[in-house]
């Protein structure tokens, strides 16, 4: 099994950064990609961004590129997403999810096996 914990939410004012960190644990494996969603109040999970195995390739959500970048330290077996220019609309619980033995990008919740239990984000205008 694999354990996920997410960490680094919390209140700030739009315009201000974030960065969350994801750190697995249990029987992991340096090729398995990782992503992150969120999920606000109503609304359904929706993709945020999503990383390889190695950092080499990367993939975003049209609303948060240019603005988020997620990054992983394999060695600490970590993901990170550092959040800039902070929207009330990103305002939302943030999952870090995790891909069985599948190193490839994925914006499909349903191809990751692995989730934490979610971090609160929230962005006041």
């Known amino acids: 099994q694999v354990q996920l914990v997410e960490s680094g939410g919390g209140l700030v004012q739009a315009g201000a950064s974030l960065t969350l960190s994801c750190a697995a644990s249990?029987?992991?494996?340096?090729?398995?990609?990782m992503g992150w969603f969120r999920q606000a109040p109503g609304k359904e999970r929706e993709f945020v961004a999503a990383?390889?195995?190695?950092?080499?390739?990367?993939s975003y959500a049209d609303s948060v590129k240019g603005r988020f970048t997620i990054s992983r330290d394999n060695a600490k077996n970590t993901v990170y997403l550092q959040m800039n220019s902070l929207k009330p609309e990103d305002t939302a619980v943030y999952y870090c999810?995790?891909?069985?033995?599948?190193?490839?990008?994925?914006?499909?919740?349903?191809?990751?096996?692995?989730w934490g239990q979610g971090t609160q984000v929230t962005v006041s205008s």
């Open positions: 999810a995790r891909r069985s033995f599948k190193s490839d990008t994925s914006q499909y919740s349903a191809e990751y096996a692995y």
């Open positions: 249990g029987r992991t494996s340096n090729f398995d990609a």
């Open positions: 990383i390889n195995w190695s950092g080499g390739s990367t």
